[in-house]
Structures are given as C-alpha cells and as structure tokens.
C-alpha cells in the first residue's frame, strides 16, 4: 500500500499501485461527479449527539447535549455542531442507514467496501487477498486517470485495530489499485511525502537510464502478460512519472496554501488532512478518503464507551465540525462543490442508551451520514430513525445503497460485474442508487 521508492528496480510496487482503468467498466449515465471526499471517523460517532438528536426521549437515550437550529428552518442539529448547522442548507442526512456488523473491523469493512465481510462479524477481522474491493479501489479500476495523477489516495493513516482495518485496499482486485497511502501528518511543520523523493544519489537522469533498464528486464513480463492486465511497462512509464511530476509534488505541499485558510480548516491532523484531500481533487485526484482516528484506547478515535460526552464536546465534535464545514465552503469558493460529493461517516453509530460509564456502546443498527455536494439537495433528511434513534422507521438505507449512490454518480452502472480470483462476479455495488437525494 505504501508507494516504493526507486534506489534500485523497486519500481514495479508503483507501478502497480498506479495500474488503473486495464478492464473499463461500463457507465449507465453521463457522470454528475468528477471526485468524491470521504471523511471516514473511525470508531463509531454517536448520530444520538450530533445529526439525529432526540430531545423527547427519555434522558437515558437523548444524552447531555441540546439541539441547535441550522440555516434550515426546523432541521436541527447538535449544539457543537455551530459551523456546520451553518450550512445545513448544503448537507443531506441520511438517518436510516444500518447493517449488521457490531464489530469495528467487520463494520468498516461493510461501511468502506459496500457489502458484508465474507468471513462474517469478527472483531480481528484482517485484510485478504480474497475479499472483495473497497470503494476507491473500484473507482481505481473504472475510471480514467486524470492529469497524471493517481486515482485513489488515501490519507494521513493506515487505520489499524489490533490488526489492519480490512476494507482499505483492492482485494481481489489487486495491489494496482490499491490507494497512494499517505502515511505522514499533514499538520506537522516539516510534512512532505519522502516516497515521492529521490534520492540525493539519483538524479532525473540517472532516473532515466533505470527506466529504461527497467524496460529491459520487463520486456519477456510484458510479452507473457494477457492482453486484459495491460502492457506492465505502461504501469512502469506511470510510475516514473509520479516521481517526475512537479504537479505532483505541488499537490501535496500545503505550505502553497493561504496561512488563514489552514487555520479555518483547523491546525489539526484531521483539519490539515481534509485540507490536502481538496489539494489532492483540484489536482485530478478522483478519490480521496481521510481516515479519523487510527488506535484503539486514544482520544483520536470515537469509539467512546466511557465519557462519550466530554470526549465528543471537547476533542472530537470541534475539529470534525470545522473541517467539514470548511471544506464545503472551500470546495463551493472554488466551483468544485457540484463536481465532488463529500461524504461523513463511521462505521456505525452508538447505542439509544447510555451505559454505567457514561458512555454508549456499538450500535450498526440505525446511524447517520451526511452528505454534501456532487448535487446533493441540500437541507434535506432521508430515512428516518424510530423514537429512540434505534433503529429505522422509514427508508432505510445500507452501506450497499450508498455505494451504488457513489458509484452511480460517477456515470458506473452499479449493476456491472468485476470477477474474484476464481472467476466468481460480484456486482461493483449490491444496493440501490438513491437519486432522489440528489437534483438531477
């Protein structure tokens, strides 16, 4: 997943990261979006305290904080929601999303990969080989690269859980489509990409004559590859590209940014994140997703079974509030909010009663995500959640609808079939498209 550097023939690890588009996929629709941005807060955030709060019920499941009106009048929201309450009017929630998995590691895999793990909910849940495809993975293999950037990155973090989280990579379809993982801190004063560097000892020449080298000893590999993978020394020529490539490195250099747009974003590691994840799709980039939250036992993280109320008001609500909010003024300053869908979520949301620890526990049976951009109609809901905020009373939606929703927006039939390792099709999404959350 991390992108290898050239000191030697190590290219072909990039290469094959950046491998994209060796099968096209079949479009349904012209395509409404260009790039998607998911904010994916890992742990679980309580939608019971910020986007589907219930002031009626009884105290045990409605919690500490009050509700706020937005810019929409009668939809409101959290009280330490302020900058995004804001901007109701350009944000859809949807309030009846579910599925099955309690646990964090099968739950973002379903919430990150559309579709239920096969090995069912368990807690240690690794990546596989076998297992289907994350989202920005199918978008990898389907869509056409843009100005000789890669298609998905992922960002600041590998999210692990005792073991690595599975739903973050391409499965069965491959290490090609894996994301650029960005294994570094966007907030600290020195950040830069070293995978995206060469050596001291290797200049732009020197560069060119492994190159072609490199072209030498993978000519019987491109003779002996199927037509369907490619040429692999078109991957090697995109790989050598990344490392050339000024718009590359001017993408992710956030020091290029205005001192007083970083600090609305937030001088956070999720604020500087979703910062450099607007850099990376004005550039091209078409699938961006930002990890919040990567240990077990830190505050980083929103799994909180004890003082979910002073871990949300003081540490987790207020940078998630201002980038978010930030991003989608950002994104609509620029004329990139209706190209790029924005979505927020976890991988579920937490329990309609508060425990003994004064905090609330796995709860995947009805949560909230918010949506915004890529014409969303704003200042809307959809679904709707039971009185308790237990599970769903109207609409309900699953992660497999929200991934034909991504997909479809993309112009992708969410229909068409990618193959496993055995030749098994799967669908690139099990759900349904939800269009009418969206203006055309």
């Known amino acids: 997943m991390r992108v290898g550097g050239l000191t ?8 094959r990261l950046l491998r994209a588009e060796a099968e096209p996929g079949v479009g349904s629709r012209p395509p409404s979006i260009q790039s998607c941005i998911v904010m994916f807060h890992y742990g679980g955030p309580s939608h019971l305290d910020t986007w589907d709060m219930k002031p ?14 937005t810019s929409v009048p009668g939809l409101r929201a959290s009280e330490h929601l302020p900058m995004c309450a804001r901007l109701m009017d350009r944000f859809a929630v949807i309030r009846s999303m579910h599925h099955p998995m309690t646990n964090h590691n099968a739950a973002a895999f379903t919430t990150l990969c559309g579709r239920n793990p096969l090995k069912g909910d368990l807690e240690l849940l690794g990546n596989d080989r076998n297992d289907p495809p994350c989202l920005g993975s199918v978008l990898s293999r389907e869509l056409a690269e843009r100005a000789g950037m890669p298609t998905f990155v992922a960002l600041p973090h590998v999210m692990y859980n005792v073991v690595t989280l599975p739903g973050q990579i391409a499965g069965f379809l491959g290490s090609a489509h894996n994301p650029l993982q960005v294994s570094a801190d966007p907030n600290v004063d020195d950040f830069h990409l070293p995978e995206l560097e060469l050596p001291d000892t290797v200049s732009l020449d020197r560069l060119g004559d492994r190159e072609s080298l490199l072209r030498l000893i993978d000519d019987p590999l491109h003779r002996a590859e199927s037509a369907s993978a490619g040429a692999i020394d078109v991957y ?4 050598f590209r990344l490392l050339r490539s000024r718009d590359v490195k001017v ?4 020091r290029r940014e205005d001192p007083r747009l970083r600090d609305r974003y937030g001088r956070t590691k999720l604020g500087q994140s979703t910062l450099l994840a607007r850099r990376l799709i004005e550039a091209g980039v078409r699938f961006v997703t930002v990890h919040d939250g990567q240990h077990n036992g830190q505050l980083a993280n929103w799994d ?4 979910v109320f002073g871990r949300l008001k003081n ?3 207020p940078p998630a509030d201002r980038a978010l909010s930030a991003l989608v003024e950002d994104l609509e300053a620029r004329g990139l909010l209706d190209s790029t869908l924005v979505i927020s979520m976890g991988e579920f949301g937490r329990t309609p009663k508060i425990n003994a620890s004064a905090g609330r526990d796995h709860w995947p049976f009805c949560y909230s995500v918010v949506l915004a951009g890529g014409g969303v109609r704003g200042g809307v ?3 709707g959640s039971d009185k308790l905020g237990a599970y769903p009373d109207f609409d309900g939606v699953t992660p497999g609808d929200l991934a034909a929703t991504l997909f479809d927006r993309f112009g992708l039939d969410p229909a068409s079939e990618i193959r496993d390792l055995t030749g ?8 349904q498209p939800i269009r009418s959350l969206f203006q055309c």
């Open 8 to 15: 030697g023939l190590g290219g072909l690890s990039l290469a």
């Open 56 to 69: 009626a019920a009884p105290r045990e499941a409605r919690g500490e904080f009050q509700s706020i009106a």
């Open 236 to 239: 090697n020529e995109r790989a």
């Open 251 to 254: 993408a992710f250099d956030l």
């Open 304 to 307: 909180a079974h004890e003082n």
């Open 315 to 317: 540490d987790l609500l």
């Open 381 to 383: 809901t959809y679904g």
């Open 424 to 431: 098994r099709p799967y669908k690139i999404a099990d759900g």
